[in-house]
């Protein structure tokens, strides 16, 4: 019996490690399906996303799963010394210090130890028992410096995610749609400043893609506005690349291609570690009418989308480059994508505030955004 508690007590122990390893100091995707980690978020996520589709939809909704993210990180940091402490009171227990003692105090004991409290008031006995103590206080210094060094990596990741998101808002609207982005560039030289965007968004994939796979829990954490994510973001700028590929006329073709394709990896390499298959029935986000309402939004702003079957096509192939993955990522995080064009128009989340009810006035609209009449 001690010898089988013992085998399984090391294996705890060796597999915590390991698992703690994976997730937080090995710098690249782990491929192996039977995790720690993969186990606590597939059984954690889906009731709470299960109890937050009970909630109505809107801030409540968005608030009740934007804390899943800080949450199960919490969680899993005590779940791995939790295995770590109840790993170290079995090799006690199976050691036999103190003779008539409970396996309470042997749990006591390891806590005491693994926290680096050292009480003094339960002691090791046996030289076993001692030198177990000695490395189980050695893991939890550790512990504790792996847990100060990982938190503040988690979150410089989200807020260099999030800076790139909020400067979005003002160029394509929120939520962020290609037919905004294009409109909103349809200035002179307006193209320039389009290449130079894609081209930043196609570091911000790279990025995204680094640092997404190397800690799977960032795509948990949700943006501060309820319109915006980064997947919400990651879409439009696939959107407005595979339209600027298609015969958008005076659009920066190359960097569209460049852009295109790192941010399509990182939509692909996503969906793998999240398990979530290409969708096979996924709605139709730009079907012909709203094709024909999004050409002519486009020339109202002086832009020329080619027709034509052959375009057509070609846009069609893009879509379904990456339109099937961004569907079931949508689908298991419970986040929202944007439309090809708004059905209705909409404040940006700059013009609005809890204080202000109004948008801004006319003029300064017009001054920030040429030929943006639909404010």
């Given at each position: 019996?001690?010898?089988?508690?013992?085998?399984?007590?090391?294996?705890?122990?060796?597999?915590?490690?390991?698992?703690?390893?994976e997730?937080?100091?090995l710098?690249?995707?782990?491929?192996?399906?039977?995790?720690l980690?993969?186990?606590?978020?597939?059984s954690?996520?889906k009731?709470?996303?299960?109890?937050?589709?009970?909630?109505?939809?809107?801030?409540?909704?968005?608030?009740?799963?934007?804390?899943?993210?800080?949450?199960?990180?919490?969680?899993?940091l005590?779940?791995?010394a939790?295995?770590l402490?109840?790993?170290?009171?079995?090799?006690?227990?199976?050691?036999?210090?103190?003779?008539?003692a409970?396996?309470?105090?042997?749990?006591y004991l390891s806590?005491?130890?693994?926290?680096?409290?050292?009480?003094g008031?339960?002691?090791?006995?046996?030289?076993?028992?001692?030198?177990?103590?000695?490395?189980?206080a050695?893991?939890g210094?550790?512990?504790l410096?792996?847990?100060?060094?990982y938190?503040?990596?988690i979150y410089?990741?989200?807020?260099?995610r999030?800076?790139?998101?909020?400067l979005?808002?003002a160029?394509?609207?929120?939520?962020?749609t290609?037919?905004?982005?294009?409109?909103?560039?349809?200035?002179?030289?307006?193209?320039?400043?389009?290449?130079?965007?894609?081209?930043?968004w196609?570091?911000?994939?790279a990025?995204?893609l680094?640092?997404?796979?190397?800690?799977?829990?960032?795509?948990?954490?949700?943006?501060?506005?309820?319109n915006?994510?980064?997947?919400?973001?990651?879409?439009?700028?696939?959107?407005?690349?595979a339209?600027?590929?298609?015969g958008?006329?005076?659009?920066?073709?190359?960097?569209?291609?460049?852009?295109f394709?790192?941010?399509?990896?990182a939509?692909?390499?996503l969906?793998?570690?999240?398990?979530?298959p290409?969708?096979?029935s996924?709605?139709d986000?730009?079907?012909p009418?709203?094709?024909?309402r999004?050409?002519?939004?486009?020339?109202?702003?002086?832009?020329?989308?080619?027709?034509?079957?052959?375009?057509?096509?070609?846009?069609?192939?893009?879509?379904?480059?990456?339109e099937?993955?961004?569907?079931?990522?949508?689908?298991?995080?419970?986040i929202?994508?944007?439309?090809?064009?708004?059905?209705?128009?909409?404040?940006?989340?700059?013009?609005a505030s809890a204080w202000?009810?109004?948008?801004?006035?006319?003029?300064?609209?017009?001054?920030?955004?040429?030929?943006?009449?639909?404010f």
């Amino acid at each position: 019996m001690r010898v089988l508690v013992g085998t399984v007590s090391v294996a705890l122990i060796v597999v915590v490690l390991f698992d703690a390893f994976e997730t937080i100091v090995l710098p690249r995707r782990v491929t192996r399906r039977l995790r720690l980690t993969r186990l606590f978020y597939r059984s954690t996520w889906k009731p709470w996303k299960v109890i937050a589709g009970l909630l109505p939809a809107g801030k409540r909704r968005e608030g009740y799963l934007g804390f899943f993210g800080p949450l199960s990180l919490l969680f899993l940091l005590t779940m791995w010394a939790g295995g770590l402490v109840l790993g170290f009171a079995l090799l006690q227990w199976v050691d036999g210090d103190a003779p008539g003692a409970s396996f309470a105090m042997k749990l006591y004991l390891s806590g005491t130890t693994f926290s680096t409290l050292g009480i003094g008031d339960v002691i090791p006995h046996t030289p076993v028992a001692r030198v177990l103590t000695v490395i189980e206080a050695l893991m939890g210094f550790g512990f504790l410096a792996i847990v100060i060094g990982y938190l503040p990596v988690i979150y410089q990741s989200f807020s260099r995610r999030e800076v790139s998101i909020s400067l979005l808002d003002a160029r394509a609207g929120s939520p962020p749609t290609a037919a905004e982005l294009l409109r909103r560039h349809s200035y002179d030289h307006g193209m320039e400043a389009l290449r130079q965007l894609l081209y930043d968004w196609e570091h911000w994939s790279a990025e995204l893609l680094e640092s997404h796979l190397s800690y799977p829990v960032l795509a948990y954490f949700r943006s501060q506005h309820n319109n915006q994510s980064w997947l919400a973001a990651l879409t439009a700028v696939l959107d407005t690349s595979a339209l600027a590929m298609s015969g958008l006329e005076g659009a920066c073709q190359r960097q569209a291609e460049l852009t295109f394709a790192m941010a399509r990896h990182a939509v692909v390499d996503l969906a793998q570690v999240f398990g979530t298959p290409p969708s096979q029935s996924w709605e139709d986000r730009l079907p012909p009418e709203r094709l024909s309402r999004l050409r002519a939004y486009l020339a109202e702003a002086g832009l020329r989308l080619d027709e034509g079957s052959a375009n057509e096509d070609k846009l069609a192939a893009l879509r379904r480059m990456y339109e099937p993955y961004i569907h079931s990522l949508s689908r298991y995080l419970a986040i929202t994508l944007p439309p090809w064009i708004t059905e209705s128009p909409r404040k940006d989340n700059w013009q609005a505030s809890a204080w202000e009810k109004r948008s801004c006035s006319a003029s300064v609209q017009r001054n920030l955004f040429p030929k943006d009449d639909h404010f």
